[in-house]
């Protein structure tokens, strides 16, 4: 079993910065794609960036060049720096991540991320 805690969330302004932080109860070399996920009310959760095995990294193309995912394998980390926000970007964010050994999901609490002026 894996926990995952997210923080960092809160409240932006549009073309301001927030940065997101997964911290996991695992060392992170058990993990093989371990990310963010978001989900804006009715709309379904997208994908928004996340590491794959070997530090590929992947991001959504409405979050390329704004956003950057990074993480810290000491403290087990990943972090997800958020700049240049837009409204559109509003919605819970979810840490995510998936393991070697049995390809089981995990999922953060969800933490919200709200741009407004």
């Known amino acids: 079993q894996v926990q995952l805690v997210e923080s960092g969330g809160g409240l932006a302004q549009p073309g301001g910065s927030l940065r997101l932080s997964c911290a996991a109860s695992t060392t992170i070399f058990n993990i093989k794609y371990m990310g963010w996920y978001r989900q804006a009310p009715g709309k379904q959760r997208e994908l928004v960036a996340v590491?794959?095995?070997?530090?590929?990294?992947n991001y959504a193309t409405s979050v390329k060049g704004r956003f950057t995912i990074s993480r810290d394998n000491a403290k087990n980390v990943v972090y997800l720096q958020m700049n240049s926000l837009k409204p559109e970007d509003t919605a819970v964010y979810y840490c995510?991540?998936?393991?070697?050994?049995?390809?089981?999901?995990?999922w953060g609490q969800g933490t919200q991320v709200t741009v407004s002026s």
């Open positions: 590491f794959m095995r070997g530090g590929i990294t």
């Open positions: 995510y991540a998936q393991t070697i050994i049995d390809s089981n999901d995990y």
